[in-house]
């Protein structure tokens, strides 16, 4: 499955110049500033928010900007591999379409 292969190599997954093991580690940015700077050089790229600090405006200001979705921790592993499912569609059937989006989050 290649979201499975992906999510073990995650900089396969995120564009050039961004770092995605910079969970923790954006300093006082947070992933509402990255998602905005990435908007902004027009990369609008499937986003996934998790968090272990749930609030309400945040994932308002995430899920209105094109997240994908928003994840508070813990999450179900199965959740988040559908979310990468819709992310890096596999097209090993010979078409692009990936599965549709789950119905919650």
Known sequence: MR???LASNPSKVAP???RPEAQGQLGRS??????????A?????PTIFVTAFPDAT???RAMNAGALCYLTKP????ELLNYLRITVPDSS??????????KSN
């Open 75 to 78: 999450f179900n592993d199965e």
């Open 41 to 45: 050089k027009g990369l609008r790229i």
């Open 3 to 5: 979201a499975l292969k």
């Open 58 to 60: 945040t994932r308002a």
């Open 93 to 102: 059937d010979g078409t692009d379409e990936g599965p549709k989006a789950p």
């Open 30 to 39: 947070s992933g509402l500033d990255l998602q905005a700077r990435l908007i």
């Open 16 to 18: 050039s110049g961004v």
